[in-house]
């Protein structure tokens, strides 16, 4: 059975982390984490290690796709 982790979905991103071995999951829109003084909030979307999986798996075209092909 073939894994399905976050390095070969079509929804991470790898090029949207700093760090090494993580990416970002762009399934759904930013949720808001924090509002800043002026009331207005900031929307992130998770970050996560290319060998995590999840429930919301979609095979990419090619390993390491950036997520464009919703």
Known sequence: MEDKI???CVY?????AVHNDCGVCNRYPP???TIDH????RGFR???????SCGE???AKASN????GY
């Open 6 to 8: 976050c390095e070969d």
């Open 12 to 16: 991470w991103d790898p090029n949207a």
């Open 31 to 33: 949720q808001i984490a």
């Open 38 to 41: 002026e009331g207005m909030g």
């Open 46 to 52: 998770p970050m996560t290690k290319s060998l995590e």
């Open 57 to 59: 798996f979609k095979k």
């Open 65 to 68: 796709a950036t997520a464009t």
